[in-house]
Each structure stands twice: as C-alpha cells, then as structure tokens.
C-alpha cells in the first residue's frame, strides 16, 4: 500500500513539474511588443550594403522574451510592392521561420515556410546581428503581409558553442 502512495506522488510531481516547464516555455516569458517600440521598427538591408534601411510598418503585432533573442515573433502589414522589395533589399536564401507560440495566432511558421518554398513569399535580411551572432529575418507575401523573426546567423553558431569567431565576423562579447 505505501508503495502505491508512493507512486502517486511522484507521478503528481511529475505532472506538476511538466506543467511548469511547459507553462514556461509556452507562456511565462514572452510579452507582447507595442507598436511604438523601438523593436517594432522594421529595417531591411539595402543591396550594395550600407545600413539597413527602416520600412513602414502597419499594423504591427509582435512578441518577445527576455530569456532569449529567437523568441522575437512579429506579424504586420507593408505598404509597398514586394516587387520594389526585391529590387531594393538583400534576399535571404534557405531561412525556414521559428515556430511560434499557438496563442500567437498570426504567425503561422508553416503557413511562412510553406509560402518561401513556393515563391509565394519572399524573405529579406532585416538586419544582421541585431544582436551578436543574431539576425532579422523579414518574409513579405505579395498582399502585403509580412512576417519577422530571429535566427542564428553563421558568425552565432561558431561563437555560442565556445568556439572563436571565424574570420569575417565581429569580435565575440565577452
């Protein structure tokens, strides 16, 4: 009979722990970004380098998190022809969108990634690292409907697994 107690609790604890991871990573961390916020503003690199170059944004909903730089998620209408995008901004090539929490419900990470493949979309680099070894990735429909996120760029992922910067990247942070 104690044996089965036993059990019980710990199983309990094992669902109340389970719970709290997933609350955590599914809620507890992110907060919404208001549209006067400096990290609403969108940017785009030009072609022919230089700094990037802010766009107008519309309708602007975003979240992020403290915790970490990739859980940036934003959805928002742009005003201008994704044909003028294209021949003004620097096209990102084989970017596949972060899945975003499902109480997030305008950014659909399949829907984006779906849309890249076909060339129903086309994805942007917004600016590269936004913060070290991270960049904005900016997707734009041909109605206008767009999308950003983070993700790790190729100076990151040497950088974050303790390794030195290859050459052509900016100094690691200490």
């Keep these: 009979m104690k044996g089965k107690i036993i059990a019980m609790v710990i199983v309990g604890v094992a669902l109340l722990v389970g719970a709290g991871v997933y609350y955590a990573q599914v809620y507890?961390?992110?907060?919404?970004?208001?549209?006067?916020?400096?990290?609403?503003?969108?940017?785009?690199?030009?072609?022919?380098?230089?700094?990037?170059?802010?766009?107008?944004?519309?309708?602007?909903?975003g979240i992020d998190a403290d915790s970490s730089p990739l859980r940036f998620r934003a959805c928002f209408m742009l005003p201008i022809s994704l044909a003028t995008l294209t021949e003004t901004f620097v096209i990102a090539e084989g970017v596949e969108p972060l899945i975003a929490p499902g109480w997030f419900d305008c950014f659909d990470a399949a829907e984006i990634g779906k849309a890249l493949e076909g060339g129903e979309a086309v994805a942007f680099i917004g600016e590269k690292n936004i913060e070290y070894g991270i960049d904005r990735i900016v997707a734009v429909f041909r109605d206008g409907r767009a999308f950003a996120w983070n993700r790790i760029n190729s100076c990151g992922e040497v950088v974050f697994e303790g390794k030195p910067a290859p050459a052509g990247c900016p100094p690691a942070p200490n």
């Design 28 to 61: 507890a961390y992110y907060q919404p970004v208001p549209a006067d916020d400096p990290r609403a503003e969108m940017r785009l690199a030009p072609l022919g380098g230089g700094t990037p170059e802010r766009i107008p944004v519309e309708d602007f909903r």
